[in-house]
């Protein structure tokens, strides 16, 4: 994990260097935002039984290159939480963890009574970083929780980014920031299924 996380940071590194000369058309912020993410269905291997919330934290700044254009990114831990039918008998939880460093474009209009609106596009990045699952099965032998999956998600994930949304100035150098994206997986989730993870957050964040 610590190599990954390594990783991670050289590849932000060139995009902060670069904007850090640049204060007006840079910021940099933090999010807290709630998630809810699902399983697709995989025929009558597995089978989704619905929506799940969870969460995702970190840093996100953007970093202008045009007027009102910004190359958007990140560096996030997301939780995505959803829950599939194996079996008539048995459900199973699962409790999956990324890296996430999106690469996308956001436009932003000009300031009007002290708010921005966005629109934002481009490719979501993730790195598999801890998987687990819960199975609850009317077998209680069959039952468990916290089980380690890791052998079986794939460690990369990929999807496409769309999500719009407001900024809102409450100082000189501060801004909320409030919007909803919706992140469409097109990579497998699982090895052994052709099963997919998007999930849709309410983006809240503070931009310095």
Known sequence: MKRKL???????????????????????GFT????????TNDGDKLVSDGAKPSFTY???????????????TGFTITSLHSQA???????????????????T?????????ERRFYGQFGLGTGINIAAKKDVKSLMAAGSGEDIGIS??????RLGLVAGAGVEWNIGKNLS???????NN???????????KNPYLTLNLGLFF
Not at 32 to 39: A, G, T, V
Not at 58 to 72: E, H, L, R
């Open 85 to 103: 039918e194996i079996t008539a008998n048995a459900r199973e939880k699962y409790k999956l963890q990324y890296i996430d460093i999106p690469l």
């Open 185 to 195: 997986t097109f990579t497998k989730t699982f090895k052994n299924y052709d099963s």
């Open 32 to 39: 807290l935002s709630p998630n809810l993410s699902w399983i």
């Open 105 to 113: 474009l956001k436009l932003k209009s000009n300031t009007l009574n």
């Open 6 to 28: 390594f990783l991670a940071c050289i590849l932000l590194l060139p995009f902060i260097s670069k904007a850090q000369g640049n204060d007006k058309n840079f910021d940099l």
């Open 58 to 72: 970190g840093i996100i700044a953007d970093i202008g290159f045009a007027q009102n254009y910004f190359f958007s």
């Open 151 to 156: 052998s079986d998600v794939n460690a990369i």
């Open 176 to 182: 909320v920031v409030t919007g909803l994206t919706l």
